[in-house]
C-alpha cells in the first residue's frame, strides 16, 4: 500500500458524492432536496456518482423520491432501531456505512439532528467535519471546498480537507434551492440498494420518551415574511397586522428571541434560521451582520425603523423611517385596499 | 453515590467588543477583552442544578494557555468544587477532532458520570466539540438541551431537546456528554465570598497532554481540515431606496409581490 499519505490513507480508494436524506416518520427535511441538488452540481464536475443515503423505517417512498430528484444511487438502512431518530444508532449505522463502501464527500443538512450525529461518523472514521457551511465546491482534483461564515458573519474561510477522507460538512438549510422532482422517472428498483443493519436495540444507550412535533412553523419555507426586532420592545400587534395583510409569516431577530418576544424557532441569522423569501420586512431590526446574514438572499427588502442610521436601510430596497406602531398598521390598510394578497400564485 | 459533573468552558474573545481595524477594515479580535464563552454560563447553571438534586461534584474544565485561568476562576465562582486546566503547547492548530479528544480524556481521567457543555463557542461556532467528546468515549449525548432531569435510580439523565418543528425528551445513560441550549438557563450570580476565594486562593489543577496520554495525538499534525483561505463576505447590492410616505411604500410592496 504505497499510496497511502501521511495520514495512512489513499484518496484514491474513496470515491462519490454521498447525501444524507434527513427523514422523521416519513418527513423528508427540505434541506435534504437543497443538498441533493447541489451534490448533483458536485458531480457533474468530478464525474463522480451521486448517492442518496437514507436511515429510518419504510423508506421506500423517500428512496424513490431521491431517485426522481436525480440521486444516480440510494443506500437504505431500514429499521424501527432508527425511528424516532437517536444519536447512537444513526451514527453507529452511518459509520459503519461510510467505512464499507468509502465516500469522498458526504454532505448532511446542518439541523439539529444532522450537527448532532455527524461527529459520531466524522470521529471514529478520523474524517474531516466542517460546519456550518453556506457555500460548496470542489476543485480541479475533487477536493472540496467548504465555505463557512467566520468572525460573525463578515469573513468566509474556506475549510479543506486535503489528507483525510470522507471529506464531510454539515451544510445550513434555506442556503440552496432544491432541484425538481421529475415523478415520470423510471425508478430502477436496482438503484435502491438496501444494506446490513449493524445496530441492534439492546446495544442502545439512548431512549426517546416522548416526541413532539409538529406545528412549529418551518419559516425556511415561506414566501413572505414580516420579521420583528429589538425596535418593537415586545409589541407584536402592528407586525402582526402587518403580516396577515401581506398574507406573510412572522419572524424575528436574535434579540427578539432572546427577550423571549417571538420563539425560537421564527429566528433569522446566523445563530438562527436562513431564509429566502420573495418579500423581507425588517419591522425594528437594526440590521445586524449576524442578523443580515440569514436573510440576504431574500428578493426584496423592506426596512421600517425609527432610526434613519440604522444598517438595515443599507441591506434594504426600499425603507420608511417612522415608528413601527403607526406605520405597520397604515401599510396593512393600504394594501389591504390594493389587495395585494391575491396577486401571487 | 456521588455522580461527577465535568463543564467544558473556553475561553474566548468578547463578541460585543470586537471593533474594526481602521487600518485594514479587518475585525481586529486581538484586542477585544477575553471572556467566558457566554453559552457555556448555561452549561455551568445547569450542572449546579443537577448537583441542587443529587450528591454530586461539579469540575470546570478549559483547554487553553495559562492565561484562561481566569475561566476556571469564574466557575469557582459560581460554585464549582474544582477546575482543570488543560495546557500544552503540543495543542496548538487543533481543529475540533484532537480537541473534542483531549476533552474526551479528560473527562475519561476525571471519572465523569456527566460533561456539560455549551451549544457552541461565540470564536468559532462549529457547535461539534461535545458530540466530539461523546464520540471518542462512546458515551451517550444529548445535544440542544433545554431542560435537565436527573435520574439516579435509573443511571439516566433526561433531556428536554430541541429539535426542528418540536421537542422531545430523551433519556440517556450515564456517562452523557451534553451540549445545553444557549438562553434557556439562568446562569446564578457568584456570592463575593466565592469570587474573594476564587480569585485570591483557588489554583487550578494542571493537565498536560502527556498527562492524558495524548502528546502524538493532538494538534495540527493529526487535524483532518486546515484553512485554505479568508475572504470579505461582499454585501448583497440593494437599492437602499427611503420613502417618505406610507403610500409609496405600499405601491413598491404591489409592485414586487405582482
New interface residues.
Partial sequence: MSDTNDAGINPDEYEDVWVFIEEHAGEVMPVSWELLEEGKKLTEQTGENLVALAIGEDLEDVAEEALERGADRVLVADDPVFEPYRADPYGAQFRAMVEARKPTIVLIGGTHTGRDFAGRVAVPTHAGLTADVTEIDVDEDGLLQARRPAFGGDILATILCEDHRPQMATIRPGVFEPGDRDENTAVDADAILEVDVVVDESETISEVLERDVGDTADITEAERIVAVGEGVEGDLEPALELAEALDADLAASRAAVDAGWVDGSRQVGQTGKTVRPDLYVAVGISGAIQHVEGMNKSGTVIAINTDANAPIFEHADHGIVGDFADVCPKLAETLATEAVVEVDQ | MTWTIVVGVKQVPD?DE?GIDPDTG??D?ASAPAVMNPPDRDALEAALSIKDEVEARVIAITMGPPMATPVLEEAIAMGCDDAVLITDRAFAGSD??PT?LTLARAAENLEADIVLCGEETTD?????VP??I???NG??????AEAVEPRPEEGRL?AK?????????????LPVVVAVA??EFEPRPAPLHRKIYAENEFEPVQLTAEDLGIKDEVGL??S??????????Q??E???????E??E??D???E???
Wanted: glycine content about 12%; overall charge negative.
Fill in positions: 463578541a470586537v479587518r475585525l479580535r475540533t477532532w473534542s468559532s461556532s462549529t457547535g461539534q458530540p466530539g461523546a464520540a471518542h458515551w451517550a449525548q444529548l445535544t440542544y433526561v431537546r430541541d429539535v426542528e418543528g418540536g421537542h422531545e425528551m430523551v433519556a440517556a445513560e444557549y438562553g499534525a493529526v483532518p481540515t486546515s484553512v485554505g483561505g479568508m475572504e470579505t463576505v454585501p448583497v440593494r437599492k437602499g431606496e427611503v420613502v417618505d406610507i403610500d411604500l405600499a413598491q410592496i404591489t414586487v409581490l405582482s
